[in-house]
């Protein structure tokens, strides 16, 4: 970088080195001076299925001075022609992420030109495809698509589950390599005309930089990586007839991945050549902005969809491929961390489909306000949160949402507040008992103040249903991916450096009084019964 410095610890002799000199601690006025007279600034990028947040980072605080999202009124749908479908544009994307930030920088208090590197974060599991050009070819199949699940099924049982899980951890089930090769089968011209596939997160850093690269995570996150041979598979290109060229270069996940194109930074009002230095899934970067990289520690989000994710130094994989595992933003093959992650896809898409039709005017808070007012059990009301697409945890089956013992008497709003929001920490404990099984107990789970954890009912009632307390803290995704691209750029000289000043704002322990765990037992076998019924369907979609 032009202007490259590297902030140094003084109890190490270390230095600040600025422009090629170095400036030793003794000199503490021309430290001093150096300092307070530059900023160090990072750009992160999250492109969540909601909308699209920025964030600037101090990165001698560690904390963010500003942020944008877009659009900030409204939520962007996603695209649904057909059942169980689900699409967004990328070039919606890269609009939106150009959007918000110029709407960043607009009347910004900081200089464009102090910002040294960007992160980017993304949705997870997305197909994008793009010509020679770079252009997007069609719009993206995202996360919660379930049109592939019965491509993905034949591939698990005709390579062998056993074999399957132990060199890709996961079942290929709905993931991006059974997304390709749907397109393969029922759209050959966009196949014959592709020349990358690649995640949602490389796509904008392809717009950023007009580099096309990957990395090891999101190769895994796509079920392409085998962990044994530490290659991307050959079972599944031979299996599917894909061919190796089709994945951009493989780089590390902290690491240059191309840098500002002149002609972009003139339309966003940045400098040209700052590095793109970390790309990652949402939810790795998630775990990364609580600080979640050792074994057994735990992060948790709650946005469209919900997370719990685990990090472990073991090859782990559910027999069932209920929870999947995919390889950490600090992984080796030399130092393995994976990350264990349960997805529920109906999560704050419940929350907000009930304010939709429910709500009537009501913000969030007025909701959960509402909501709080109902005793635990919401009076009898059960709803089953599984309506997009087809849910991991319940072995890639479409059992749509579903609202159980509704009394036209006994039930209004407030009860529907509430029960979506148990309906929701139900799911929860139901996989976190999955992850159990697989020889993790968090004994605490760390979360972003952010969506569904911003709301203090939701918070608590996930804790007194999971008996797991949760740490809060104020990073976002946005902020993690910053953060990141600090450790991928060299500004700092690990991740712990990076985060050594996260501090929790509010640890919530369980209530002993309360008495979700009959209610919890109640609510699954309804579960249990409904899923059996569709295990035995042979039918079923």
Same mark, same amino acid.
């Given at each position: 970088m032009a202007n490259e410095f590297l902030v140094i610890n003084k109890s190490n002799d270390r230095f600040w080195k600025y422009e090629g000199i170095s400036y030793l601690y003794a000199n503490v006025s021309i430290i001093h001076e150096t300092y307070f007279s530059l900023a160090m600034l990072l750009l992160g990028i999250d492109i969540g299925t909601s909308s699209i947040k920025v964030s600037v980072v101090d990165a001698h605080t560690q904390t963010s001075i500003a942020s944008a999202r877009y659009p900030d009124d409204h939520e962007n749908h996603i695209l649904s022609v057909i059942p169980g479908w689900a699409e967004q544009s990328p070039d919606m994307w890269w609009e939106q992420v150009s959007l918000a930030i110029k709407k960043l920088t607009a009347n910004a208090t900081f200089d464009t030109k102090d910002i040294a590197a960007i992160g980017i974060a993304y949705q997870m599991h997305g197909l994008v495809v793009v010509d020679k050009a770079g252009h997007a070819l069609r719009n993206s199949i995202i996360w919660c698509d379930s049109r592939a699940v019965e491509i993905g099924d034949a591939a698990f049982a005709k390579i062998g589950p056993q074999h399957t899980l132990a060199h890709l951890l996961n079942s290929p089930g709905n993931f991006t390599a059974s997304k390709w090769a749907w397109v393969k089968a029922n759209e050959p011209d966009t196949y014959a005309k592709a020349h990358k596939i690649m995640l949602p997160g490389d796509y904008i850093a392809l717009k950023l930089t007009g580099e096309a690269t990957t990395s090891i995570s999101a190769l895994s996150e796509g079920v392409f990586w085998d962990f044994q041979s530490n290659a991307i598979s050959t079972d599944i290109l031979q299996y599917f007839g894909?061919?190796?060229?089709?994945?951009?270069?493989?780089?590390?996940?902290?690491?240059?991945?191309?840098?500002?194109?002149?002609?972009?930074?003139?339309?966003?009002?940045?400098?040209?050549?700052?590095?793109?230095?970390? $790309?990652?899934?949402?939810?790795?970067?998630?775990?990364?902005?609580?600080?979640?990289?050792?074994?057994?520690?735990?992060?948790?989000?709650?946005?469209?969809?919900?997370?719990?994710?685990?990090?472990?130094?073991?090859?782990?994989?559910?027999?069932?491929?209920?929870?999947?595992?995919?390889?950490?933003?600090?992984?080796?093959?030399?130092?393995?961390?994976?990350?264990?992650?349960?997805?529920?896809?109906?999560?704050?898409?419940?929350?907000?489909?009930?304010?939709?039709?429910?709500?009537?005017?009501?913000?969030?808070?007025?909701?959960?306000?509402?909501?709080?007012?109902?005793?635990?059990?919401?009076?009898?009301?059960?709803?089953?949160?599984?309506?997009?697409?087809?849910?991991?945890?319940?072995?890639?089956?479409?059992?749509?949402?579903?609202?159980?013992?509704?009394?036209?008497?006994?039930?209004?709003?407030?009860?529907?507040?509430?029960?979506?929001?148990?309906?929701?920490?139900?799911?929860?404990?139901?996989?976190?008992?999955?992850?159990?099984?697989?020889?993790?107990?968090?004994?605490?789970?760390?979360?972003?103040?952010?969506?569904?954890?911003?709301?203090?009912?939701?918070?608590?009632?996930?804790?007194?249903?999971?008996?797991?307390?949760?740490?809060?803290?104020?990073?976002?995704?946005?902020?993690?991916?910053?953060?990141?691209?600090?450790?991928?750029?060299?500004?700092?000289?690990?991740?712990?450096?990076?985060?050594? $000043?996260?501090?929790?704002?509010?640890?919530?322990?369980?209530?002993?009084?309360?008495?979700?765990?009959?209610?919890?037992?109640?609510?699954?076998?309804?579960?249990?019964?409904?899923?059996?019924?569709?295990?035995?369907?042979?039918?079923?979609?």
């Open positions: 894909f061919d190796e060229s089709i994945f951009p270069v493989i780089t590390p996940l902290f690491g240059e991945h191309g840098t500002l194109r002149k002609d972009v930074a003139a339309q966003l009002g940045l400098s040209p050549g700052i590095p793109v230095s970390y $790309k990652a899934g949402d939810q790795p970067n998630n775990a990364l902005s609580l600080n979640v990289l050792q074994p057994g520690e735990v992060a948790a989000t709650a946005g469209t969809s919900g997370v719990i994710y685990a990090v472990s130094d073991q090859l782990v994989y559910d027999h069932a491929s209920r929870v999947n595992t995919f390889a950490h933003v600090n992984y080796t093959p030399e130092v393995p961390r994976t990350g264990v992650l349960l997805c529920i896809n109906g999560t704050g898409i419940l929350n907000r489909w009930v304010k939709e039709h429910f709500g009537h005017g009501l913000d969030y808070q007025q909701m959960n306000a509402l909501g709080k007012a109902v005793n635990p059990g919401s009076n009898g009301l059960k709803i089953l949160p599984f309506g997009n697409g087809a849910e991991r945890i319940l072995h890639n089956k479409i059992l749509g949402a579903r609202f159980i013992d509704l009394d036209f008497n006994a039930h209004g709003r407030s009860q529907v507040f509430r029960a979506s929001q148990e309906g929701i920490a139900y799911a929860f404990r139901y996989g976190l008992d999955i992850i159990r099984e697989n020889g993790m107990n968090p004994a605490i789970i760390r979360a972003g103040r952010a969506n569904m954890f911003l709301s203090e009912l939701f918070t608590e009632i996930f804790v007194d249903i999971t008996r797991v307390p949760v740490e809060l803290y104020e990073n976002d995704g946005s902020v993690g991916a910053a953060l990141g691209a600090g450790i991928g750029s060299g500004i700092f000289a690990s991740a712990e450096e990076a985060f050594s $000043k996260l501090k929790a704002i509010k640890t919530v322990e369980p209530q002993v009084s309360l008495h979700y765990e009959e209610f919890y037992q109640e609510w699954k076998q309804l579960l249990d019964d409904q899923l059996t019924k569709e295990l035995k369907s042979p039918n079923h979609h």
